[in-house]
């Protein structure tokens, strides 16, 4: 089962809308949506949020048979928690490596382009840069 169908099967036996999990979340049902198609895939911090929302551990969330295996290790909870903590920071760092790395692919093809242009078109580029700057859908944070 991928993530996209367990978090739906999930958000189901919870008993809710998309939209309701959404409203949980502070996100959009379409986002929801979106997760659940499979057509966006979310991060290990979003992924942690959903199961928070519905009140469920993440690793009902990530088909991952290291986690499951931790779940079945006997000796100490507390062991686990850390395990599971550490696999969780090393997931988020996954994360941001592969978010850099699609920064930085971005931004040579944007150079590349910016390459092509002469001054006139250099001006307008950042006059339309500027423009996106300030429109608060396209701001990181």
């Known amino acids: 089962m991928t993530i996209a169908e367990r978090i739906k099967t999930a958000r189901k036996a919870a008993g809710l809308t998309q939209n309701e999990l959404g409203e949980r979340m502070s996100v959009s049902g379409a986002a929801i949506g979106q997760y659940e198609s499979g057509k966006r895939v979310p991060k290990v911090d979003t992924l942690q949020r959903i199961a928070n929302a519905l009140d469920i551990p993440i690793t009902d969330l990530v088909n991952s048979p290291l986690l499951q295996k931790i779940d079945s290790y006997n000796p100490d909870t507390d062991q686990k928690k850390q395990i599971k903590d550490m696999i969780k920071e090393v997931a988020v760092t996954i994360q941001e490596k592969r978010d850099a790395i699609y920064r930085r692919t971005i931004k040579t093809k944007l150079n ?20 996106l700057t300030q429109i608060e859908k396209y701001q990181m944070g």
């Open 112 to 131: 590349e382009d910016l390459d092509k242009l002469n001054d006139t078109g250099l001006t307008e580029a950042g006059k339309r840069v500027e423009e």
